[in-house]
């Protein structure tokens, strides 16, 4: 019976959402076993547990937690000497250790095979819930890595040397040790990752944190930092999306000063700007979406979108008030 209510679940949040969850196994639930206790360094166990769909990258290990282990006494809600958490869904879920010392930084991730390759300047959004165990020291970001190939990087303890997809706003990072926190991630693929890398990719020199932490009595030894438990991944292509303003007031008071659209994941679209005559005064793109109003009067202007990928064309008119 419980597996027959999670696939209605299922199927009712599929309908509702109407967006495929790219993300394997994004609760750990599918899994031969459960270790029962924090991974020791250099041991993947994800791997160990038949967790499918998931692996550590690097030689920091994150740690798989789960209500019924066969290995180990230490197990969620009491896990001794880090706090507790039932998991968000099911009863497993994942978890990060993030520390941070003057001379050295300690980062652990998580990595999916997802179930199908990213598609070239397709935009995605990345959802996962977080619960950490203190709000002192707490690092106030995660990135997103996409990959071709599958990352494993058995000497690295941290990863700030690569070009990251996307990262989560800070100013909209919580971090309630009470309850599970939302964490989102919108970033553009460049096409062919079948892998995804998520953690903290700062290290210690460039670290924030979500409340003021004193650093001054480090002392070369490894104090700043939090653990966070994972559950409950999802990636999905955002929807296409098109809004047009029509109206942009280019007079340098810092509102509303230039035009730009909201375009999403219409592949190669360009906008054509006209004057009422039918000259052509600029044409936006991918590589230059905005128009700031330049050497153009007051009045009223027109535009012609185009998408010829999608045949997608549509028309209208601009107003500049200046």
Same mark, same amino acid.
């Given at each position: 019976?419980?597996?027959?209510?999670?696939?209605?679940?299922?199927?009712?949040?599929?309908?509702?959402?109407?967006?495929?969850?790219?993300?394997?196994?994004?609760?750990?639930?599918?899994?031969?076993?459960?270790?029962?206790?924090?991974?020791?360094?250099?041991?993947?166990?994800?791997?160990?547990?038949?967790?499918?769909?998931?692996?550590?990258?690097?030689?920091?290990?994150?740690?798989?937690?789960?209500?019924?282990?066969?290995?180990?006494?230490?197990?969620?809600?009491?896990?001794?000497?880090?706090?507790?958490?039932?998991?968000?869904?099911?009863?497993?879920?994942?978890?990060?250790?993030?520390?941070?010392?003057?001379?050295?930084?300690?980062?652990?991730?998580?990595?999916?095979?997802?179930?199908?390759?990213?598609?070239?300047?397709?935009?995605?959004?990345?959802?996962?819930?977080?619960?950490?165990?203190?709000?002192?020291?707490?690092?106030?970001?995660?990135?997103?890595?996409?990959?071709?190939?599958?990352?494993?990087?058995?000497?690295?303890?941290?990863?700030?040397?690569?070009?990251?997809?996307?990262?989560?706003?800070?100013?909209?990072?919580?971090?309630?040790?009470?309850?599970? /926190?939302?964490?989102? #991630?919108?970033?553009?693929? $460049?096409?062919?990752?079948?892998? *995804?890398? @998520?953690? %903290?990719?700062?290290?210690?020199?460039?670290?924030?944190?979500?409340?003021?932490?004193?650093?001054?009595?480090?002392?070369?030894?490894?104090?700043?930092?939090?653990?966070?438990?994972?559950?409950?991944?999802?990636?999905?292509?955002?929807?296409?999306?098109?809004?047009?303003?029509?109206?942009?007031?280019?007079?340098?008071?810092?509102? /509303?000063?230039?035009? #730009?659209?909201?375009?999403? $994941?219409?592949?190669?679209?360009? *906008?054509? @700007?006209? %004057?009422?005559?039918?000259?052509?005064?600029?044409?936006?793109?991918?590589?230059?979406?905005?128009?700031?109003?330049?050497?153009?009067?007051?009045?009223?202007?027109?535009?012609?979108?185009?998408?010829?990928?999608?045949?997608?064309?549509?028309?209208?008119?601009?107003?500049?008030?200046?």
């Amino acid at each position: 019976m419980k597996y027959l209510v999670q696939i209605l679940m299922f199927f009712l949040f599929s309908s509702k959402h109407n967006a495929q969850n790219l993300i394997t196994n994004p609760s750990f639930e599918d899994i031969d076993s459960c270790y029962g206790q924090p991974a020791g360094i250099g041991f993947d166990v994800f791997q160990w547990s038949g967790c499918v769909g998931w692996s550590c990258p690097i030689a920091s290990s994150s740690d798989l937690w789960c209500l019924n282990p066969i290995f180990g006494i230490i197990e969620p809600p009491s896990i001794s000497g880090l706090g507790y958490q039932y998991p968000r869904t099911g009863e497993n879920m994942a978890g990060l250790l993030m520390n941070d010392g003057v001379i050295f930084s300690y980062r652990e991730f998580i990595q999916n095979e997802l179930q199908e390759t990213l598609q070239n300047n397709v935009t995605y959004k990345l959802i996962f819930y977080h619960s950490p165990l203190k709000t002192d020291c707490s690092i106030n970001q995660f990135g997103v890595l996409a990959s071709i190939n599958q990352m494993y990087e058995p000497s690295k303890f941290y990863l700030n040397d690569f070009v990251l997809n996307g990262v989560s706003d800070a100013n909209l990072f919580l971090g309630d040790t009470s309850t599970w /926190n939302y964490c989102e #991630i919108i970033f553009k693929a $460049n096409g062919g990752e079948k892998f *995804i890398v @998520i953690g %903290n990719f700062q290290d210690s020199t460039n670290t924030t944190y979500s409340e003021p932490c004193d650093t001054s009595f480090w002392g070369n030894l490894s104090y700043a930092g939090n653990y966070f438990f994972v559950d409950d991944v999802s990636l999905t292509k955002l929807p296409t999306q098109l809004e047009i303003p029509n109206v942009f007031t280019p007079n340098d008071d810092g509102i /509303n000063d230039f035009f #730009i659209p909201s375009i999403v $994941n219409y592949p190669n679209w360009k *906008i054509t @700007i006209l %004057n009422r005559w039918g000259n052509r005064i600029i044409v936006l793109d991918e590589t230059n979406p905005i128009w700031y109003g330049d050497n153009t009067t007051e009045g009223v202007y027109f535009y012609r979108f185009e998408c010829e990928e999608l045949n997608k064309f549509e028309q209208g008119y601009i107003s500049i008030i200046r």
